[in-house]
């Protein structure tokens, strides 16, 4: 199962859970730098796979914002979850979203993302553009990270927007369109969810 259908949405939806425990400046632009470089040698190293994936997922964990993501991607039908139900999403999802990075960002091994500029929206947000460089398989990407500093002490990404498209916003339509297509029954998602985590 793969509720991200486009390949390089793919690609850099691994690439938004490297945001790196290493990186010590609390500056947006210089956070998002930082994790490239600290990612790319993760990536080439020679460790083992088993190695580098848990390492992937211990950076995501404390540097994503995954609950954050996850209730959003609920939209309006986390309003129908009480907080047991809400807790068994957050852990639901969080597993599906580590697990599905790890396994797909651990086989490149060239990304090479070149930093651009920032822009800071309010006390709360900053875009940081960014570039996926071309190789001869692919083209060149374009890569906002939109960085989370209500704690401007502890930055988090909230999401990443390639060639103008939101990656939590495809996420979310695309979890609606699983509950949509149960008649509206939230537990298909939750199904779903539970069928690609046990994989």
Same mark, same amino acid.
């Given at each position: 199962?793969?509720?991200?259908?486009?390949?390089?949405?793919?690609?850099?939806?691994?690439?938004?859970?490297?945001?790196? +425990? /290493?990186?010590?400046?609390? &500056?947006?632009?210089?956070?998002?730098?930082?994790?490239?470089?600290? @990612?790319?040698?993760?990536?080439?190293?020679? #460790?083992?796979?088993?190695?580098?994936?848990?390492?992937?997922?211990?950076?995501? @964990?404390?540097?994503?914002?995954?609950?954050?993501?996850?209730? /959003?991607?609920?939209?309006?039908?986390?309003? +129908?979850?009480?907080?047991?139900?809400?807790?068994?999403?957050?852990?639901?999802?969080?597993?599906?979203?580590?697990?599905?990075?790890?396994?797909?960002?651990? &086989?490149?091994?060239?990304?090479?993302?070149?930093?651009?500029? *920032?822009?800071?929206?309010?006390?709360?947000?900053?875009?940081?553009?960014?570039?996926?460089?071309?190789?001869?398989?692919?083209?060149?990407?374009?890569?906002?990270?939109?960085?989370?500093?209500?704690?401007? *002490?502890?930055?988090?990404?909230?999401?990443?927007?390639?060639?103008?498209?939101?990656?939590?916003? @495809? #996420?979310? *339509?695309?979890?609606?369109?699983?509950? &949509?297509?149960?008649?509206?029954?939230?537990?298909?998602?939750?199904?779903?969810?539970?069928?690609?985590?046990?994989?």
């Amino acid at each position: 199962m793969s509720f991200v259908k486009l390949e390089k949405f793919i690609l850099v939806a691994i690439f938004i859970c490297s945001q790196i +425990t /290493y990186a010590h400046s609390t &500056q947006p632009i210089k956070f998002i730098d930082t994790l490239v470089s600290e @990612t790319t040698l993760i990536l080439s190293s020679n #460790q083992s796979e088993d190695l580098k994936i848990d390492k992937l997922k211990k950076i995501a @964990t404390e540097n994503v914002d995954i609950n954050g993501i996850g209730l /959003y991607t609920l939209g309006k039908h986390r309003k +129908t979850l009480n907080d047991d139900l809400k807790k068994e999403y957050n852990e639901l999802f969080k597993e599906y979203f580590l697990k599905s990075f790890a396994n797909r960002l651990v &086989q490149y091994k060239e990304a090479k993302i070149e930093i651009i500029s *920032e822009d800071k929206k309010s006390e709360k947000y900053t875009i940081v553009s960014s570039v996926l460089n071309a190789t001869k398989d692919r083209p060149e990407i374009k890569i906002d990270w939109r960085v989370y500093t209500k704690n401007p *002490e502890r930055p988090l990404i909230r999401d990443l927007i390639i060639e103008d498209l939101s990656l939590a916003r @495809t #996420q979310k *339509e695309e979890f609606n369109s699983v509950i &949509q297509g149960a008649d509206g029954n939230i537990d298909a998602l939750f199904s779903k969810l539970k069928e690609f985590n046990n994989q």
